[in-house]
């Protein structure tokens, strides 16, 4: 049995993140541990503690990049070229596509309920959500009601929570997609008068 590393022996955040990251796609959240984690690293649980005080801690650094990734793909269209009436289906589209193509991180986002991460990963969905509320406002003529632009993240998620799983990519949805996507913003831009 070879010796396990110390916390020294460059274990990094990042190679700790990389770990649990593929544990977590694997198994439900309380099947991973922090000694499951560390054993794959060959390294001592210990060694974690220096860089996480918990495997929560850990989770969030995990689908706090997640929903980094999904602010710079709706950052990327706002920026883009085009219309703004464009870039509203852009953006709605790209939600989805996102979810689809990363089915089990946008679960990890959206889906997870636990008592140990839900304060955390409640406050990452947040943010994400903010940002997404006011690039909706952004891209609209007219100001929308908060509710509104909540009840069409809604109809995003729900399309996404329905053919996960049904579906392996994107494209096998996206048909279906670009006319949920139009449906969305009829309904915002009839409700806003734009």
């Not at 409640?122 to 009601?145: G, I």
């Amino acid at each position: 049995m070879s010796p396990r590393k110390s916390a020294s022996q460059e274990l990094t955040k990042e190679m700790i993140i990389k770990e649990a990251r593929f544990q977590f796609l694997e198994k439900d959240f309380h099947q991973v541990s922090m000694r499951s984690i560390a054993k794959n690293l060959d390294c001592s649980h210990g060694a974690l503690y220096y860089h996480f005080n918990n495997k929560a801690e850990l989770f969030y650094a995990i689908i706090e990049d997640y929903f980094s990734t999904l602010n710079k793909l709706l950052e990327e269209v706002v920026h883009g070229p085009g219309e703004n009436h464009e870039k509203l289906h852009d953006v709605f589209l790209r939600f989805i596509q996102f979810g689809l193509n990363h089915q089990s991180q946008y679960e990890l986002m959206f889906m997870i309920r636990n008592t140990e991460v839900d304060s955390l990963s409640q406050e990452a969905a947040n943010l994400s959500y903010q940002k997404f509320a006011q690039t909706v406002q952004s891209l609209t003529p007219k100001d929308l009601k908060v509710s509104n632009i909540y009840s069409a993240f809604i109809a995003l998620h729900g399309f996404v929570a329905h053919y996960r799983k049904y579906v392996n990519r994107f494209e096998e949805a996206e048909e279906a997609a670009k006319l949920h996507v139009e449906f969305i913003i009829h309904a915002l831009s009839t409700t806003a008068q734009l």
